[in-house]
């Protein structure tokens, strides 16, 4: 857990931790008990590890308060600090989204994929602001696969099970951001 007077998560940090330390974080944020110089000290600490990165994004792009609507420097600036873990947890919650609006209209509860789309729309931000060279080459990977079946994602397509309407929804997501 991450109290005011200790920021860093450790690099061993479990999925569960890493939720509970971004939920604290949040609340810290939008209570302006942080100052930016600690909020990313705070974030860099959450990415450095893949679970910890997870856990963050699970939470920051989900969260009900507009914090992810306009991030701040300091949470951009985190997130360049760590390329590898962010770029591709950017890419495939990108991906991710797009396909479970598909997934909640279906079963229609709209609230639900109004939810999937807002999550989309902060990851976007997200990648435009953060320009990490790997992203830009992961999205056109990703694109590809969601086109064609096939590629470098194909087995992040499969495993999901993305139908052709969801890989179309996904591909128009990533061909936004590409431009």
Same mark, same amino acid.
């Given at each position: 857990?991450?109290?005011? $007077?200790?920021?860093?998560?450790?690099?061993?940090?479990?999925?569960?931790?890493?939720?509970?330390?971004?939920?604290? $974080? %949040?609340? &810290?944020?939008?209570?302006?008990?942080?100052?930016?110089?600690?909020?990313?000290?705070?974030?860099?600490s959450? /990415?450095?590890?893949?679970?910890?990165?997870?856990?963050?994004?699970?939470?920051?792009?989900?969260?009900?308060?507009? %914090?992810?609507?306009?991030?701040?420097?300091?949470? /951009?600036?985190?997130?360049?600090?760590?390329?590898?873990?962010?770029?591709?947890?950017?890419?495939?919650? %990108?991906?991710?989204?797009a396909?479970?609006?598909?997934?909640?209209?279906?079963?229609?509860?709209?609230?639900?994929?109004?939810?999937?789309?807002?999550?989309?729309?902060?990851?976007?931000?997200?990648?435009? %602001?953060?320009?990490?060279?790997?992203?830009? &080459?992961?999205?056109?990977?990703?694109?590809e696969?969601?086109?064609?079946?096939?590629?470098?994602?194909?087995?992040?397509?499969?495993?999901?099970?993305?139908?052709?309407? &969801?890989?179309?929804?996904?591909?128009?997501?990533?061909?936004?951001?590409?431009?």
């Open positions: 857990m991450m109290d005011s $007077l200790n920021l860093k998560v450790p690099e061993s940090v479990s999925f569960e931790e890493a939720i509970a330390a971004t939920e604290s $974080l %949040l609340g &810290q944020m939008e209570n302006g008990k942080l100052t930016e110089a600690e909020i990313q000290e705070s974030i860099e959450l /990415v450095k590890s893949k679970n910890g990165a997870r856990g963050f994004f699970v939470t920051y792009l989900t969260d009900d308060r507009n %914090l992810a609507d306009n991030p701040t420097e300091a949470v /951009v600036n985190a997130l360049k600090t760590s390329p590898e873990i962010v770029g591709e947890l950017l890419v495939k919650n %990108l991906a991710m989204s396909g479970m609006s598909v997934t909640h209209r279906r079963n229609n509860n709209e609230t639900m994929a109004k939810s999937s789309q807002r999550v989309t729309k902060r990851n976007g931000n997200l990648i435009q %602001l953060t320009n990490l060279d790997l992203v830009s &080459q992961e999205l056109k990977k990703m694109r696969s969601a086109l064609t079946g096939e590629g470098e994602y194909q087995e992040f397509i499969k495993r999901w099970g993305y139908d052709e309407e &969801q890989r179309k929804v996904i591909e128009k997501a990533l061909s936004e951001i590409i431009k």
